[in-house]
């Protein structure tokens, strides 16, 4: 039975519902992994004093003019040579462990640094999703990703992080997520020859990686990665969040308890599909789903040990969970013969709650699928859905919740898993004061936040990831760093010159890719209806 | 006497009041030249049909695939040869007419393709102002001109222009007009090494420029030209225009007359200084006329033939009206032997008004000024100000503007010099319906005005300017035509990669020009105080 440390500081709720930040810090957890008790309001003590001391920084990381010294991500940096517990071997015999085995106790206060490191890993592909997702309204390929499968980590700048795309992702528009897949392309003239390139409806939505043999050599096993996008807009979507949640299994999913229910718009977007559109003809769950078999079977079948790592951001973090217990309930990661297990594990990021309490225990004890979400304690997306979708689940003793969801009460949204909380307000990088919420959201932000993190009451200390990259997308470093916001941009949002000195949009040069052949073959291995 | 073509629609007065923008495209003037009566409401009829056969547009201007035959100021362009009423030779033996000594009759409709010409490229350099113009808040510099002197035109991408800039014109913060100096640099650290390569309250705000002998020998004369910025920020400079009309003889300027007036804002702006400050120890006025008379000397020395032709958009086209009417009071355009003097042309665009009727009877008939005034219809800022602040002038008979006057009455402004109106309808380019009235204002919007502008009731056909250049800094094309709107922008907000790997605000190169040394001289020539 795992303890669920599933504390979250909720700034909607009335001041006698919320625990103070410093209760983040000291979770009441059990060494011995028996369940504990949801924390009650009146068992939180403020500790200031704590706060502060994790709140003063050290000056000197500011000024510090030593190269970066384990940036892991951040790869693309000429001759400086990646350090991480990657490269310096601590990974490989300690995988399981980093990947969840034992449920992260012990490894997060003081924090892990190999664990840290992952857990960077995996929020720069989350982050890759946003950087090479294209949705400039005049583009012709509005909603596709820039980049091509084969250059896509070099493109994003994760030259050198040892893993292969081996597919992308797509979901169709989605009518209860209108803000998911984003602007659409603004006009498109009739006779255009690129129609046939791309599509009106279809959305990168994210993408499947393998670790290469050097890599995989260094890490100690054969890691499948897959990475789910977030939302661009702002935050409109998370009003969209008002659907009832509906069993699992209503939408194909293989749960056998009909008890086990997820927010119904991130499962329409999981598993929609439009027959009529080349890159939808799949749902997203089909393409994931045949891609983790294929892979697996595909290494299993080397005897490699294998592993299947989840990864997402805010919207894409509710894909994530939803798709590693997916996987697992499919059983996507066994191999055919149900030798092997691959494990599953989650890795996310400013998540909301994806489902009740019947789905957190099929989640958690049943599948075995481990969940590790980082959150910044004033982000208020891990906040939603809530209990009736605005309470708080820490506001109703953990038998409370089962009761309610037993007798169908309707929304009883839980989180699954182990939370690693983190707070902006100690790093001396960020602004103390925004009325910028969707910077608390930021994915860059949480990076650099990990990149700090010691431990609870901890100095906040940077391990070498530059600062600078928080500001990409958003507007959240102090102006004394002299960061412009927003700052990742195109010269001329693509515009240039042609030879006869005219301005243009250049066409892009764009391979279409169609699904592999064999997914319908590896769907049906799984059970699953082929297209 | 010179008849005044002044009329513009203003959408901001009572239906009755208003002019129909018919009336536009036919201005009641007489060839002879008499003074005529401003246009009463009731002299106006609308022709609605020859206006919609302006708007017909030729469409095979859009997918032509010739290059721009004519594209004044679209100068690098690799191997294709300027073509321009400079290069094939007409403007040589034409120059003084099209520099408005027999204030443009018969030359604006149809219009002159040699003037259009030149209205372009004057355009051009105003238009250089605003691309030369460092306002981000984080750059160090901000303030400045992004391009230094030498390298300017190239830089703006006006190579092969065929002029030199001689000086950078600066102004100091000017509380009267805090809207016209941009935003001010974000943060400086008190131990910035940089902090005495620029100002915190200089503001870069046009440029003195020569033509090469080259040049000069194409156009038939060595020609001065003075381009004044307009401002960056949107419209709110508008709303500071409250200040009464004072005598021009407050400020220094020494006209005779002092019942003539301007608006006080623009000749604060003008006249302001900042003893402190090294590039504002000098007023913009005292380093423009310092400027005009030290080049005017050196060239009537060689016995060349001399103009001078000021420029400017928006709030640049009052410093350009004003800056000239003062060169030609003051007699900066004067050899110091009284021998020769160098006409004094604006071509203006979207400028406001900036005197009242004595200062234009001073300017037009006693200094013979000669001024050309592009506006565009719809632009609501040459509107501004008006008679008592809002009322058009043109809704009171001339006799009525010049008693207020002389009364005086406060505020009775009045437009000077000759209009050539434009209407962004009539291009079917730019979007016929936007709520975004700075679009109107668009100084790129106007040069592509002109480009396709035949005359009164004649086709609007381009004649080769790109039309993407209208989206530089605004949101004006139709989306059909797939240019990104406010495209000019740098790759990642000039944010580069360092050797490791951080991603920096890389310093900019900076050469610091001091004012000339006989700047003092000049001014003494001219009779004002030295410094």
Redesign the interface.
Same mark, same amino acid.
């Given at each position: 039975m795992m303890a669920g440390i599933s504390s979250t500081c909720t700034n909607l709720l009335p001041v006698d519902l919320r625990l103070p930040a410093a209760a983040l810090l000291f979770p009441s957890t059990t060494s011995s992994g028996a369940s504990s008790t949801l924390m009650s309001p009146m068992r939180c003590e403020r500790r200031p004093h704590q706060r502060r001391r994790g709140a003063r920084l050290v000056a000197s990381a500011v000024t510090s003019t030593e190269?970066?010294s384990s940036?892991v991500g @951040?790869m693309? %940096? $000429?001759s &400086?040579a990646e350090k991480s517990g990657r490269s310096d071997g601590q990974l490989a015999p300690r995988w399981r462990e980093i990947h969840g085995r034992g449920n992260w106790e012990g490894l997060l206060d003081p924090i892990d640094t190999v664990l840290r490191g992952e857990l960077i890993r995996y929020g720069e592909f989350a982050q890759a999703c946003y950087d090479a997702f294209d949705y400039?309204r005049?583009s012709r390929y509005c909603g596709s990703s820039r980049y091509p499968p084969p250059t896509f980590f070099r493109d994003v700048g994760l030259d050198g992080v040892g893993y292969e795309v081996t597919r992308f992702l797509y979901a169709t528009s989605n009518a209860r997520l209108p803000n998911f897949v984003g602007a659409r392309r603004?006009?498109r003239?009739g006779d255009d020859p690129d129609a046939r390139l791309w599509s009106e409806t279809a959305s990168f939505i994210g993408f499947v990686a393998v670790s290469t043999d050097e890599e995989t050599a260094r890490i100690g096993r054969r890691d499948i990665a897959v990475a789910w996008r977030g939302t661009v807009t702002r935050l409109e979507w998370v009003a969209d969040l008002t659907a009832a949640p509906r069993p699992a299994a209503d939408f194909g999913i293989p749960c056998p308890d009909h008890g086990a229910k997820v927010e119904s718009g991130f499962a329409e977007l999981y598993t929609g599909k439009d027959p009529s559109c080349r890159w939808c003809r799949y749902s997203a769950r089909e393409q994931v789903l045949a891609e983790v078999r294929k892979l697996v079977d595909l290494y299993h079948g080397r005897g490699e040990e294998v592993s299947v790592t989840v990864t997402g951001h805010s919207l894409g973090s509710a894909l994530a969970t939803l798709s590693a217990f997916d996987v697992a309930e499919t059983g996507a990661n066994v191999s055919p013969d149900g030798g092997r297990t691959a494990p599953v594990c989650v890795f996310s990021f400013s998540g909301p709650r994806v489902g009740n309490t019947r789905f957190k225990t099929r989640l958690e004890r049943e599948l075995g699928v481990k969940v590790l979400r980082v959150v910044n304690v004033h982000d208020m997306v891990p906040t939603v859905p809530g209990v009736l979708y605005v309470l708080d689940e820490r506001s109703f003793p953990e038998a409370v919740l089962r009761l309610m969801d037993n007798l169908g009460m309707g929304a009883v949204y839980v989180h699954v898993g182990v939370e690693l909380a983190l707070d902006h307000k100690v790093s001396p990088y960020l602004k103390a004061e925004t009325l910028d919420l969707a910077c608390f959201h930021n994915l860059e932000a949480h990076l650099h936040l990990l990149d700090g993190y010691q431990g609870r009451a901890r100095e906040f200390r940077l391990c070498g990831r530059?600062p600078? &990259?928080v500001n990409k997308a958003a507007d959240f470093l102090r102006?004394?760093h002299? #960061?412009?916001p #927003?700052? %990742?941009?195109?010269?001329?949002? $693509?515009?240039v010159r042609a030879? @006869? $000195? %005219?301005? #243009? &949009?250049p066409p892009r040069h764009r391979e279409v890719h169609d699904h592999p052949e064999d997914t319908d073959h590896h769907l049906q291995q799984l059970g699953l209806a082929a297209n």
């Open positions: 190269p970066p940036v @951040d693309e %940096r $000429g &400086l400039d005049f603004k006009h003239s530059d600078a &990259l102006d004394e002299m #960061v412009p #927003v700052w %990742r941009q195109d010269a001329n949002k $693509g515009m030879e @006869d $000195g %005219r301005w #243009v &949009l």
